[in-house]
């Protein structure tokens, strides 16, 4: 026979593993229902239907495509194979630009329109987000 | 160019040192005679001369803009103030990696001086486990990331250092970071040396407190500087975005405040060893991790420059090391002889404190999940995803209700085992903080349950330590502003929540835009010259209802070395409220994209942190009698 207290030990690491996988369980879950995924316009396109969950989407913003008024920015991402059309109402970082890389964090529409509720900003002129870099294939 | 061989030379020199410590170290260990060998003292200066004279030789190099160094080339300019080509000697990776060797080492050494009192063979021993990280170190550098390669020919000008990293706040940041960070080195060390030693003990605990402390008060300041300097130079208005590398340095945090309590029930009870060694372990490891996420690129985040995997894998398996050696150590040598000790009562202050280490080892396990998680599933899946502020904020806000309650009530108990006694003026403060709650909150949001139950909390944690701040003698200072400055930091990071507006639009120059009761006049823009950049600065007015102007001038500079378009926030800060308003221009167009923030309480953020701080600093100098 085991003394008490082991028995107690016993029962206190069962408790204790108990509680740690029931945390872990359900930060989890909670981290299901949260994450933002990331898509590109292509991806996109090949969507069978749209859901109503938060995404990202990242690529260039075509050339000649932003247009600006007072409450609105306007733009096309592209990854050079599908397009995607963007309204933004918010404030643009710095480094967005025609023709650099962008990643817009918000709703789809339909395939073809995307409702941005933020831009990210990024640091430096070079640095392309490396979800972007994939989806447009530079290496 | 004499600089630059100088300094890697004494790197290499001190690396010698390193072996040379250890082997004398360990010779001095066995011998009968109770003091430590003088010359080990001696070495390990000679070893922090050499860093330094390596550390200064770069900051040279950077001040004579001397290019034929790579890292100067890279991260510096002609035309940039002397003060940034100073602070550009650790706003590198290379850099910044010889301010870590440079921190080791002077904590060694100070631990040396500082350690008299302690036994012989421990203090060999910590001498040889934060001798292993330095080698560790010393190899890092010289192999990945050496800070004197020698460019030829020698380029006329420099690359020069990302603009956004040109700013006062941020050039003191990672030094008061990295003494924090290091500092969990000595704790590492030092317990590993009790462990085997066998002397966890009250005396351990009164001797390592002070340094747990130093790395605690540089923590949080540097923290709080990274913070300030998010919110003012980023340009989002926010001062915490749950970024993975904000995270990355939270995370030591947190266990480096659950070390700090149970070191102070180490010291009155002698219990908790086993915990007190995991959490040095777990805080020091946090930190390496922290440095092994950022540097190796791992991390989509604004503050990922290099993306070298050689270095990422060195760090990796550096890190591998020590966590295989610490946990050696701690399950060959330790004993839990504390077992005649280890009563616990229900009712007493470290069953409070043990109870809050737990929720801090949650809310650790959180923030480590949303970090980890999207790095894991890429690997696993391919898959990009990005955990936002929302999964922190569920998961966190709950409990900091209850841990917010054993904050307030936990150093009203006694220690070993306190009786519920009849404390009218604390059951009186809780039911006035609910009353003050409810009355605040009922207009301003719609999830009033949830909000009163938190802020209540907070409010009783204020109005407890505010009490006994005005009314005892100041016998247990420390903790007590400690704690009051913690709840001032939750109160006025809700409030700022709660109660921070914010319109974004489009303006052209002399338009007018009306919401709510303000309204915002884009006066002119007027253009500047400056060394490095050049700028157009705007002209905004905020109008209130009564009439009360603020003006606003916020920038967009447009760097010349490297090129780069930079917004300048404009804040109004008053005790009250910071006025915020930051514009970009969108090129090609006439208008400007505008952000204005009001954002209460904010500059108690910052307020409540230093208290945080102060309160760890007059524990420091107090010595319990």
Not at chain 2, 15 to 21: I, R, T
Not at chain 2, 120 to 134: D, P
Not at chain 2, 224 to 231: D, K, R, V
Not at chain 2, 242 to 271: G, K, Q
Request: glycine share 6%.
């Amino acid at each position: 026979m085991y003394g008490k207290k082991v028995k107690l030990r016993f029962l206190f690491l069962v408790l204790l593993l108990a509680t740690v996988i029931l945390t872990v369980f359900l930060i989890l879950q909670s981290l299901k229902e949260n994450v933002i995924y990331f898509q590109s316009p292509s991806e996109i396109n090949s969507l069978i239907e749209i859901e109503s969950k938060k995404i990202r989407v990242g690529g260039m913003v075509k050339e000649k495509s932003v247009v600006i008024n007072s409450n609105e920015v306007n733009f096309i991402i592209t990854d050079f194979k599908n397009e995607i059309n963007v309204t933004y109402s918010g404030a643009v970082p710095n480094l967005f630009a025609e023709g650099k890389g962008v990643v817009a964090e918000g709703f789809l529409k339909d395939k073809n329109y995307f409702s941005a509720t933020k831009i990210l900003a990024k640091h430096d002129e070079n640095y392309m987000p490396p979800e972007v870099k994939e989806a447009l294939g530079v290496k | 160019m004499l600089a630059n061989q100088i300094g890697y030379y004494s790197l290499i020199l001190g690396l010698l040192f390193s072996f040379l410590l250890c082997t004398i170290a360990i010779q001095d260990f066995n011998k009968v005679n109770k003091k430590l060998n003088a010359n080990i003292i001696i070495l390990t200066f000679l070893q922090l001369t050499f860093v330094i004279v390596s550390f200064f030789s770069l900051i040279l190099s950077f001040i004579n803009s001397d290019f034929s160094n790579e890292t100067v080339f890279n991260n510096s300019h002609t035309t940039k103030p002397l003060f940034y080509k100073i602070s550009g000697t650790w706003g590198n990776h290379e850099g910044s990696l010889l301010l870590w060797l440079l921190v080791l080492t002077l904590f060694i050494f100070l631990f040396l001086l500082k350690s008299n009192s302690q036994p012989k063979k421990y203090r060999i021993l910590t001498l040889l486990f934060q001798q292993i990280i330095i080698i560790g170190f010393f190899l890092f550098v010289l192999t990945t990331s050496n800070p004197f390669n020698y460019l030829f020919p020698i380029p006329k000008e420099g690359l020069g250092l990302n603009p956004i990293l040109q700013d006062p706040a941020l050039a003191i940041h990672p030094p008061i970071l990295y003494l924090g960070y290091v500092g969990a080195s000595i704790i590492f060390s030092a317990s590993l040396a009790a462990v085997a030693q066998n002397y966890i003990s009250k005396e351990w605990a009164q001797h390592i407190k002070k340094w747990v402390l130093i790395s605690w008060i540089f923590l949080s300041l540097g923290i709080m500087l990274g913070s300030i300097w998010a919110y003012y130079e980023l340009g989002w208005g926010g001062f915490w975005f749950w970024d993975p590398v904000e995270n990355v340095s939270l995370m030591p945090w947190l266990s480096l405040t659950a070390l700090l309590h149970c070191i102070a029930v180490l010291e009155r009870r002698a219990t908790l060893t086993s915990w007190v060694v995991v959490l040095s372990i777990t805080t020091f490891t946090l930190s390496m991790c922290g440095t092994f996420l950022v540097r190796s690129g791992l991390l989509n985040s604004v503050h990922t420059f290099a993306n070298d995997p050689a270095r990422g894998i060195f760090i990796l398996i550096f890190l591998f090391v020590l966590i295989i050696l610490s946990l050696g150590i701690f399950f060959i040598f330790h004993k839990d002889n504390n077992g005649n000790q280890n009563n616990f009562f229900w009712l007493s202050r470290e069953t409070s404190i043990l109870i809050n280490n737990w929720f801090m080892m949650y809310f650790l396990s959180v923030v480590l999940i949303g970090t980890v998680y999207p790095i894991f599933l890429d690997v696993i899946s391919s898959e990009k995803i990005s955990v936002g502020p929302p999964f922190y904020h569920k998961l966190i806000a709950p409990f900091l209700i209850p841990f917010l309650l054993f904050m307030a009530l936990g150093p009203r108990l006694k220690w070993i085992k306190s009786k519920i006694e009849k404390k009218y003026s604390i059951f009186i403060i809780f039911i006035i903080s609910i009353i003050l709650t409810f009355f605040i909150i009922k207009n301003l949001t719609t999830n009033i349950l949830f909000y009163t139950l938190l802020l209540s909390a907070a409010f009783f944690l204020f109005f407890t330590t505010l009490k006994e701040l005005l009314t005892k003698k100041l016998n247990n200072s420390s903790q007590t502003i400690a704690h009051f400055g913690f709840s001032l930091l939750i109160l006025s990071i809700l409030f700022n929540g709660i109660l921070s507006s914010e319109v974004i639009t489009n303006m052209k120059i002399g338009e007018k835009f009306k919401f709510g009761k303000e309204e915002i006049f884009f006066k002119k823009i007027e253009e500047r010259r400056e060394s490095n950049f050049n700028s157009i600065v705007a002209f905004f007015e905020i109008k209130d209802l009564e009439g009360n102007v603020v003006e606003l001038e916020p920038e967009i500079r447009v760097y010349n070395q490297p090129l780069m378009v930079t917004s300048e926030a404009d804040i109004k800060t008053t005790l009250l409220e910071d006025k915020f308003i930051v514009m970009n221009l969108v090129k090609g167009n006439e208008y400007f994209n505008v952000r204005y923030q009001s954002k209460p309480f904010m500059v108690w953020i910052w307020i409540s942190v230093f208290l945080l701080g102060l309160g760890g600093t007059i524990g420091l100098f107090k010595t319990r009698t």
